[in-house]
């Protein structure tokens, strides 16, 4: 059972009331409808919808008086069914509505319970639905879109059948439960059907194909009216082909959020990815607040709010298709940056933007990547962010010039040093990280757990042991004795005593035996599990501990406190660290960008640094020399010397 938002608290006795003298049922049903609302309520939502339509003006995002005195209606209508408790005014929960319909009109933003005000939306919003389709679209998630849920002319005729023949029984021979009769009206009217239902149908004819074996079968009995209600054999077939589809969409919806382990998005969401891309996990790319020069401390571009974020979240919606957001590489292909861009063969993209989404503290961006992307995100082992570009200022259409709007976002590009502080946004990670400890925790306790049950059954054998081989000396003991009693009848009883006791060794032997094989052939499963856990836990201890390492070896040269050259030696330090602390606090307690300036990339084996800048004026050298432009010199070093154009431009 779902719990109760506060939103959904029962409306008390006080606030439950039906009706308006003013406004008669169905007033709010269009946004054309007569509402009477006070003056003082229309002068409000006048004021909104100007200050809406001054900022909005694709014709797709503006709203006219109508529309919000719909929504106010029905905001007032809600208050008598349910409100939060803290709000203490029919007006003040009806314009908090007016409000949220605005913000998904401007932003295509809402919770998802919110649904009621869809049909309302300006004609073109990507939302806008009807009262007749609202539902049969909320209940077809978007990765079953390509598939026909409108059952065949077969079931419906089946179905529709099914009604007469019932109709015309008998009431002690009429079958078919409450829900079979309205899924039979559903499939005979040809309505189209939800996912859910269609798996239910499936279920039902897999449950009751038995039933074609029965006595009244062929005489139309409730088992062949209840079979016919579901569709018949024409419902089946269909059941069966759409519920394959859906499996289908399934698991390739699933292996697009994938990658490794599972690759955390909403269950809700899915995206419109192109084909040869895989969405990776969310991050927040811009934070609140205003961004300062780390060289001279003035403050960068204007003050980071959440008018700017709308206004880019709004601008992307509208116009991904014709602008998508590229995934970049350290401004690889910027028109902004100094020197020339990359010429495209470089390959510099990693991926594109599918989706943005405001929180409270910053706008989050949803990545798709290519093979590239994926490859250069899974090395950088999370050391890695990213710094958004994009235009504050009004920014105009390339096709017709047209406005567009007062920001929008061009690219983002992944970089191990971004603009913004390292702990205002979020690392780049294809997967959420393991938390290894806790494993080796786990793996702990369960290999504690076997070891204990393994020496407790050890120490019972050992008990039963010993019970018997004290048996045996008691034995012994008392044939001593016997012998010093009775040495006259010693030749008489030897023959005898020799062989009762040899039976009886015998017998104490094979039961110690049996007792033994018992034990081996029931806890060997078990004694192997604890070997099993035995190398699981090494195998978990060694991957935590590489990982760990492998990430403070990445934080260290991300801050310049070493140099690539020095990474072998900081990694032996890391594992040693617990018998010899003293190394790795070298390297770590070491100033940051003591070991490499933070705009160096690398060094060639001459020593000369490599870099942007460098690479750059050895290309127009070559140009100059040979006469060529600068791409075509640029292509000569990138084949000549790949790996001083890797490092200079890090991929």
């Given amino acids: 059972m779902n719990k109760r938002t506060k939103a959904q608290t029962p409306a008390p006795p006080k606030d439950r009331v039906k009706g308006s003298k003013k406004n008669p049922e169905g007033s709010a049903s269009g946004s054309r409808g007569s509402i009477s609302i006070s003056d003082k309520t229309e002068k409000a939502l006048v004021n909104l919808r100007n200050k809406h339509n001054d900022k909005y003006k694709s014709p797709k995002k503006r709203v006219d008086l109508g529309m919000l005195k719909a929504v106010y209606r029905r905001g007032a209508g809600a208050y008598s069914v349910s409100h939060r408790p803290n709000v203490t005014s029919r007006d003040q929960w009806a314009l908090g509505r007016v409000k949220a319909f605005l913000k998904l009109v401007a932003t295509g933003e809402r919770k998802k319970a919110y649904t009621g005000d869809l049909d309302l939306l300006p004609k073109g919003h990507p939302q806008k639905s009807d009262a007749k389709t609202e539902a049969t679209a909320l209940a077809t998630p978007q990765k079953y879109s390509h598939i026909n849920f409108t059952p065949p002319k077969g079931a419906q005729d089946a179905a529709a059948r099914a ?64 079979w016919d209600g579901w569709g018949g054999d024409a419902g089946f077939s269909f059941a069966r082909k759409v519920v394959k589809q859906m499996n289908a969409a399934d698991n390739k919806t699933q292996s697009l959020r994938a990658y490794g382990e599972a690759i955390l998005l909403s269950d809700s969401s899915s995206y419109d990815v192109p084909e040869g891309l895989t969405v990776g996990k969310p991050f927040k790319t811009l934070s609140l607040g205003q961004v300062s020069s780390r060289l001279s401390g003035d403050k960068v571009g204007k003050p980071i709010d959440q008018d700017l974020l709308t206004e880019l979240v709004r601008v992307f919606n509208e116009h991904k298709a014709e602008s998508p957001v590229i995934i970049d590489w350290q401004h690889a292909t910027s028109p902004f940056q100094g020197g020339t861009p990359a010429p495209p063969e470089s390959g510099n993209a990693l991926g594109m933007i599918v989706d943005l989404e405001i929180k409270d503290d910053g706008l989050y961006a949803i990545p798709a990547y290519n093979e590239r992307g994926l490859e250069v995100v899974k090395n950088a082992g999370g050391v890695l962010w990213s710094s958004p570009e994009y235009i504050h200022g009004d920014i105009f259409s390339r096709g017709d010039g047209s406005k567009l709007g007062e ?68 034995e012994d003991e008392k044939d001593k004795e016997l012998k010093e009693h009775y040495d006259d009848e010693k030749s008489k009883m030897a023959e005898h005593d020799d062989s009762e006791k040899k039976a009886e060794d015998e017998e104490d032997e094979d039961k110690v035996k049996k007792m033994s094989e018992s034990f081996s052939t029931s806890n060997v499963a078990l004694l192997n599990e604890v070997q099993a856990l035995k190398e699981q836990l090494n195998t978990v201890v060694k991957e935590n501990n590489a990982i760990k390492c492998d990430k403070a070896v990445n934080q260290l040269l991300s801050e310049g406190k070493i140099t690539p050259a020095e990474r072998k030696f900081a990694v032996d330090a890391f594992n040693m660290k617990e018998l010899q602390p003293t190394f790795w606090q070298m390297f770590s307690e070491r100033p940051s960008n003591q070991a490499v300036p933070l705009q160096e990339v690398g060094h060639g084996a001459s020593g000369q640094e490599i870099s942007k800048a460098t690479l750059s004026e050895k290309i127009k050298a070559l140009a100059t020399e040979k006469q060529i432009t600068f791409s075509e010199a640029l292509n000569i070093v990138r084949d000549q010397d790949p790996m001083s154009y890797r490092k200079a431009y890090g991929v």
């Fill in 163 to 226: 009604l007469k023949k019932r109709a015309e029984k008998p009431p002690s021979q009429r079958g078919m439960t409450s829900v079979g009769l309205a899924r039979a009206r559903d499939l005979a009217n040809g309505r189209e059907l939800s996912p859910n239902t269609v798996r239910r149908m499936l279920a039902y004819f897999t449950r009751h194909e038995v039933d074609k074996k029965g006595s009244t079968w062929d005489e139309y009995g409730k088992g062949r009216q209840a």
């Fill in 407 to 474: 920001a929008q976002l061009l690219a983002i590009t992944l970089t191990p040093r971004p603009a913004q502080s390292h702990n205002t946004i979020d690392r780049i990670t294809l997967t959420e990280e393991l938390n290894m400890d806790d494993q080796v925790k786990e793996l702990m306790a369960k290999l504690e757990a076997k070891d204990a049950l393994v020496k407790e059954l050890e120490a019972q054998l050992a008990d039963m042991k010993s019970e018997n081989e004290s048996k045996l000396m008691t």
